[in-house]
C-alpha cells in the first residue's frame, strides 16, 4: 500500500530541499532499480482503481544521485499519475536513454493540467480545482527541486496521444 505524505511531512521535505543549500549524496544508482520499487509500491492502488500501471526500460538508467530523493521524485510522479488518471486509463513509466541523457517519463491518459495552468502546477499548494482529489498540492513542487538538486528538468506536457500529461525528466 502506498503511504501518503502529511502536508506536514511534505512540508518537511520540501524544506529540506532547498536547492541553494542541500547536497546531494551523489552516487551512481540505476535509476531502473528505484523506479521499479516505487511502481510496484503504487501497483495495488492502481488495481483497485482499474488503473493500468506499467513501467518499460530501454537502459538501466546508471545516474547520480541520491537514490532517496529520486524514490520521493518517482513516488510523488506517479502517485499524482494514478490518482488524477481516471479508471480504465493507463499510467507508463519510462526510462529512455539518448545520446548521454537518460530520460525519466511518466505518461498518463488522465485528465492533464491545461497549458495555462503548467507553470503554476509546481508552486507550492497547486491544486487542480474541481479533481475532487486529495493531497497537499506540494508532490509536483518537491518533485521539481529534487529534479534541480540533480542537475535536471520537470517538464508537463500533453501526453503521447494528445489527453493527460507527460511529465519528463531529464
Given at each position: 500500500?502506498?503511504?501518503?505524505?502529511?502536508?506536514?511531512?511534505?512540508?518537511?521535505?520540501?524544506?529540506?530541499?532547498?536547492?541553494?543549500?542541500?547536497?546531494v549524496n551523489q552516487q551512481q544508482i540505476k535509476l531502473s532499480?528505484?523506479?521499479?520499487?516505487?511502481?510496484?509500491?503504487?501497483?495495488?492502488?492502481?488495481?483497485?482503481?482499474?488503473?493500468?500501471?506499467?513501467?518499460?526500460?530501454?537502459?538501466?538508467?546508471?545516474?547520480?544521485?541520491?537514490?532517496?530523493?529520486?524514490?520521493?521524485?518517482?513516488?510523488?510522479?506517479?502517485?499524482?499519475?494514478?490518482?488524477?488518471?481516471?479508471?480504465?486509463?493507463?499510467?507508463?513509466?519510462?526510462?529512455?536513454?539518448?545520446?548521454?541523457?537518460?530520460?525519466?517519463?511518466?505518461?498518463?491518459?488522465?485528465?492533464?493540467?491545461?497549458?495555462?495552468?503548467?507553470?503554476?502546477?509546481?508552486?507550492?499548494?497547486?491544486?487542480?480545482?474541481?479533481?475532487?482529489?486529495?493531497?497537499?498540492?506540494?508532490?509536483?513542487?518537491?518533485?521539481?527541486?529534487?529534479?534541480?538538486?540533480?542537475?535536471?528538468?520537470?517538464?508537463?506536457?500533453?501526453?503521447?496521444?494528445?489527453?493527460?500529461?507527460?511529465?519528463?525528466?531529464?
Amino acid at each position: 500500500m502506498c503511504v501518503r505524505e502529511t502536508i506536514t511531512t511534505s512540508l518537511l521535505v520540501l524544506s529540506r530541499i532547498d536547492p541553494e543549500k542541500t547536497p546531494v549524496n551523489q552516487q551512481q544508482i540505476k535509476l531502473s532499480a528505484v523506479v521499479s520499487e516505487r511502481v510496484a509500491l503504487h501497483a495495488p492502488v492502481a488495481i483497485r482503481k482499474g488503473v493500468d500501471l506499467g513501467f518499460e526500460a530501454n537502459d538501466e538508467g546508471l545516474v547520480l544521485g541520491d537514490a532517496t530523493l529520486l524514490g520521493v521524485l518517482v513516488r510523488n510522479l506517479v502517485d499524482n499519475a494514478v490518482r488524477y488518471t481516471p479508471s480504465g486509463g493507463l499510467v507508463d513509466v519510462r526510462i529512455k536513454r539518448i545520446g548521454s541523457e537518460v530520460l525519466l517519463q511518466i505518461v498518463d491518459t488522465g485528465p492533464g493540467i491545461p497549458e495555462e495552468e503548467r507553470k503554476g502546477a509546481v508552486s507550492r499548494f497547486y491544486r487542480v480545482l474541481g479533481s475532487g482529489e486529495e493531497g497537499s498540492g506540494l508532490g509536483l513542487s518537491i518533485a521539481e527541486r529534487i529534479a534541480e538538486l540533480h542537475g535536471a528538468s520537470l517538464t508537463l506536457e500533453d501526453g503521447d496521444t494528445g489527453e493527460g500529461l507527460g511529465g519528463v525528466n531529464n
